[in-house]
């Protein structure tokens, strides 16, 4: 069935340093890859996302890649800051039903 | 613009009760998925709404139901509580089902 699997659970950093959290999913029939930021208590809320038809897209500090051969995508924080920290989440959507990974907790140090 | 809202914030039931959440989606949108985030975990899909038919439906047993009205706010209802069913609802809505989803603040549910 579908599956998206989330590296690492937990990543710890320096501020300033940068981040990357990684995922790989099962159905090739996937076509959105949105990732969702959740603090403690509150909604996830989307940073960024990326369609199958591009490979990378910047925001700022935050980028995503896609490598849909092999079913890799990937986000990428740069100059890393306390506000930073909190449970990043990826997901991967065929039919509009969004599949999560299992979260990476991200703790920036000042 | 109202972004999207759910009622109540956090309810407390018991074993084998019933329970009613309610969704209200961002302004402009007309399609409403439903997630249960379990402690620690990521969202897990339960179904999604257009059009006031439920559309998809995630692994998810039929004691999970809902409904959409058409003013596309919905509600999810959970039949014969379990202990397992203590979870964060999360509502997303859509502008349409293949667009982004925004999340809701979530209801938070204990069953005793």
């Known amino acids: 069935g579908e599956n998206v699997e989330q590296h690492p659970s937990t990543l710890s950093v320096q501020e300033g340093d940068s981040a990357v959290i990684k995922c790989t999913y099962s159905?090739?029939?996937?076509?959105?890859f949105p990732w969702y930021k959740q603090e403690l208590g509150k909604r996830p809320q989307l940073i960024i996302d990326?369609?199958?038809?591009?490979g990378e897209k910047k925001d700022q500090r935050i980028a995503v890649t896609l490598n849909k051969t092999a079913k890799h995508f990937s986000l990428h924080i740069t100059e890393t800051q306390p506000e930073d920290s909190a449970v990043y989440f990826c997901?991967?959507?065929?039919?509009?039903?969004?599949?999560f990974g299992t979260g990476t907790r991200l703790q920036v140090f000042p | 613009d109202a972004g999207v809202t759910q009622s109540p914030t956090h309810l407390i039931k018991t074993r084998g009760q019933q329970v009613t959440l309610r969704c209200s989606p961002k302004?402009?949108?007309?399609?409403v998925s439903w997630y249960q985030q379990a402690l620690g975990q990521g969202p897990q899909f339960i179904f999604q709404?257009?059009?006031?038919?439920?559309?998809q439906r995630g692994n998810f047993p039929d004691r999970f139901s809902g409904h959409q009205f058409p003013n596309y706010s919905s509600e999810l209802n959970v039949n014969a509580l379990l202990l397992g069913d203590s979870a964060l609802y999360l509502c997303?809505?859509?502008?349409?089902?293949?667009?982004?989803?925004?999340f809701g603040p979530g209801t938070r549910l204990l069953v005793l």
């Open positions: 990326i369609r199958s038809n591009v």
């Open positions: 302004s402009g949108h007309d399609t």
């Open positions: 997901a991967a959507s065929y039919t509009d039903k969004l599949i």
């Open positions: 709404y257009y059009e006031e038919e439920e559309r």
């Open positions: 997303a809505s859509s502008s349409v089902p293949q667009e982004t989803q925004y």
């Open positions: 159905d090739s029939a996937s076509n959105y």
